[in-house]
Nanobody, 132 residues
Framework: QVQLVESGGGLVQAGGSLRLSCAASVVTGPTFSSYKMGWFRQAPGKEREFVTAISRYGGTVDYADSVKGRFTTSRDNAKNILYLQMTSLKPEDTAVYYC??????????????????????WGQGTQVTVSS
């Protein structure tokens, strides 16, 4: 029902900054603001890891401890865009970053989810590489 496309990845030095964007295109069904959104990342040989999640209108945000204080997520529902602003980047932040949409259902309700299995739609991912 919604297509997601990430962009903005690249190569940066440790301590640098990068902003990722996730453009949403609703094919059918609810509007972009009907979805809770999240960012996940996956490094080679590792499981997909929760980064952050944001409520429908951006009023509530959840961050993994590993990125708290360094990353900020926001959304522009008028433009159907989700953002991830990353600062003070570390080599361990190197991964493919994915945005995901969480359709409200009887299980999740309005609460933010950290498990990848609770998200219904995914983008193709964008590579972020942080050099030492």
């Amino acid at each position: 029902q919604v297509q997601l496309v990430e962009s903005g990845g690249g190569l940066v030095q440790a301590g640098g900054s990068l902003r990722l964007s996730c453009a949403a295109s609703v094919v059918t069904g609810p509007t972009f603001s009907s979805y809770k959104m999240g960012w996940f990342r996956q490094a080679p040989g590792k499981e997909r890891e929760f980064v952050t999640a944001i409520s429908r209108y951006g009023g509530t945000v959840d961050y993994a401890d590993s990125v708290k204080g360094r990353f900020t997520t926001s959304r522009d529902n008028a433009k159907n865009i989700l953002y991830l602003q990353m600062t003070s980047l570390k080599p361990e932040d190197t991964a493919v970053y994915y945005c995901a949409a969480d359709r409200i259902d009887t299980y999740s309700g309005s609460s933010l989810q950290r498990s990848p299995s609770r998200y219904d739609y995914w983008g193709q991912g964008t590579q972020v590489t942080v050099s030492s």
